[in-house]
């Protein structure tokens, strides 16, 4: 019998008191109330997350920087830029958030489970290595995935980005090397401007990075062709030993931050391919880790779906 997706999720998370800003702390928790109103948090491994060091941080992002927001949170919090702010407890927050990844990696490939979805804000996928941009800090996903590589002797990682901003800083991460096989999917025009399909990798890593940039009101019917024709061959002839999720549900058709017409419907569909290649390439190893997603109702629905897929169960005949 197959075991449920386990979850990362923590009430400290809500300690990145941003206020009335779009990326806040009630996305948590109604993600939460709806799981547990739906009843996916019954029979279910739920983790608590262990803070990352500084020297885990440190495989990606430059020290200057790490040093730069723990002083910056420590002086009272300011904004990194319009749209990025951190408070006192940042800091702490954003190591717990990058805990979180790493420890997700580590249980999938210690073979104590072989799913996780985590939940931790700040968010990650823009955070490049001396930059903190559009509401990410530390980026989770790429700290995890070099975690995985530098430290657990893995030698190729699926990085698949759904989330409906291009993951600049996870690109930025891997853009030069061949262990990393990063997929984005997402709105173009739209933040932070980058993601083009000339974007290939250099070096190394030329022909790794897979941009899919989409016009504004692309749905469920052209993510999926695309998962079919072009990311699930890719990723399949790519054998990742681990494939991780940048997992954002901005995308979604009523998400106020941007213009796609994606449902849970698809979001389910998108993650029952992803656990398929995963079962198919990677011994079953897949992690997703939360990153956007701005409407409470859409994104908790949606989550739900992901969960469904991922774990094989008849989706929801009308999604409330």
Not at 294 to 317: C, F, H, I, K
């Amino acid at each position: 019998m197959d075991i449920p997706t386990a979850l990362v999720l923590s009430d400290r998370f809500r300690l990145h008191d941003t206020g009335s800003h779009p990326e806040n702390a009630q996305r948590l928790v109604a993600i939460e109330r709806h799981l547990r109103l739906r009843g996916l948090l019954a029979d279910r491994t739920v983790l608590e997350p262990e803070p990352a060091t500084p020297a885990d941080v440190g495989l990606v992002h430059d020290q200057e920087y790490i040093r730069f927001i723990e002083q910056l949170c420590h002086g009272g919090g300011a904004y990194l830029d319009s749209d990025t702010y951190v408070c006192p407890q940042t800091y702490e927050t954003a190591l717990l958030a990058v805990g979180a990844a790493i420890g997700a990696v580590d249980r999938v490939l210690d073979g104590d489970l072989r799913r996780v979805f985590a939940f931790p804000r700040p968010p990650g996928h823009h955070a490049e290595r001396r930059r903190g941009m559009g509401f990410c800090i530390f980026n989770n996903v790429a700290i995890a995935a070099r975690h995985a590589l530098d430290r657990r002797g893995l030698r190729r990682v699926a990085i698949i980005d759904w989330d409906v901003h291009h993951g600049n800083g996870t690109q930025e991460a891997f853009y030069d090397t061949d262990e990393v096989l990063f997929v984005s999917l997402h709105q173009s025009p739209l933040y932070p401007g980058t993601g083009g399909r000339d974007e290939e990798g250099s070096g190394y890593g030329q022909g790794y990075t897979l941009n899919l940039p989409l016009p504004p009101g692309t749905g469920d019917a052209t993510y999926l062709r695309l998962f079919d024709e072009v990311v699930g061959p890719r990723i399949l002839s790519y054998v990742p030993e681990l494939i991780l999720v940048s997992a954002g549900f901005d995308a979604h058709r009523d998400d106020p931050l941007a213009l796609m017409e994606v449902t849970e419907q698809g979001f389910y569909a998108m993650a029952s391919r992803v656990r398929e290649w995963a079962d198919r390439c990677s011994h079953g190893r897949l992690v997703l880790v939360l990153e956007g997603g701005y409407n409470q109702r859409a994104l908790a629905a949606s989550v739900e779906a992901t969960l469904r897929g991922l774990d094989q169960l008849p989706p929801m005949e009308a999604w409330t």
